[in-house]
């Protein structure tokens, strides 16, 4: 799917910092993901500078290959994309707790 040309979108600057953190190239993460190894540089390399956007069943896998949750990759705000990592990263009971604690305010 070819994207208008615009400035880059918060999911490609997401998916470009979700790889960075995670040490992978743009095609390891592609293979990760189940790309064909022959595309899967380009194709990392189009979701990045915005050239393609990724429709969601490719937007899941690249998350989960990255391991960070897919609303990760859309947050517009930076504040609440470091919370869904953090979040993410918490066990059950803990989210459970911090949940309660945010609630309750």
């Known amino acids: 799917m070819l994207r208008p040309s615009e400035p ?4 490609s600057k997401r998916l470009k910092q979700a790889r960075l953190d995670a040490g992978l190239s743009q095609k ?21 500078q915005d ?7 490719t937007a899941k896998r690249l998350a989960k290959a990255l391991g960070v949750p897919l609303a990760y990759l859309y947050a517009d705000n930076e504040r609440l994309a470091r ?14 707790r911090l949940l309660k604690a945010i609630e309750s305010t």
């Open 28 to 48: 390891e993460l592609g293979i990760l993901a189940g790309l064909d190894p022959f595309v899967a540089s380009t194709r990392i390399n189009r979701y990045e």
């Open 83 to 96: 919370m869904i990592r953090a979040f993410s990263a918490l066990d059950v009971a803990e989210q459970e």
């Open 51 to 57: 050239v393609h956007a990724a429709d969601q069943a």
């Open 8 to 11: 880059s979108s918060i999911f």
